[in-house]
């Protein structure tokens, strides 16, 4: 069965930066595109950032600039850099394959003074 692990979320102030781990697991890991969801408390889960199996990226318009997906084919693992966060990037943030129905349980992540 796949496995997804994320951890890096936490508390941090406005302007500051943290960055998401994912860690994957009984999967050909560098076969698959990637991506970074997030749904803060009522409202529905949205994509933040998506990298392809290439590298390609892609990025939602309210992080651009600030957010940096990346991945380690060899240790399959997938990376969120946050810079300059904002109380609105307020979330939890789940992992995900894309094409299939796997997801990891979420890390949160707090924006706040």
């Known amino acids: 069965q796949v496995q997804l692990a994320e951890f890096g979320g936490g508390l941090v102030q406005p302007g500051g930066s943290l960055r998401l781990t994912c860690s994957v697991s009984r999967i050909a890991f560098s076969n698959y595109g990637m991506a970074w969801y997030r749904q803060a408390p009522g409202k529905q889960r949205e994509l933040v950032a998506s990298?392809?199996?290439?590298?390609?990226?892609d990025y939602a318009d309210s992080v651009k600039g600030r957010f940096t997906i990346s991945r380690d084919n060899a240790k399959k693992m997938v990376h969120l850099r946050m810079n300059s966060l904002k109380p609105e990037d307020t979330a939890v943030y789940y992992c995900?394959?894309?094409?299939?129905?796997?997801w990891g349980q979420g890390t949160l992540v707090t924006v706040s003074s």
């Open positions: 990298i392809t199996d290439g590298g390609i990226t």
């Open positions: 995900h394959i894309e094409g299939t129905e796997v």
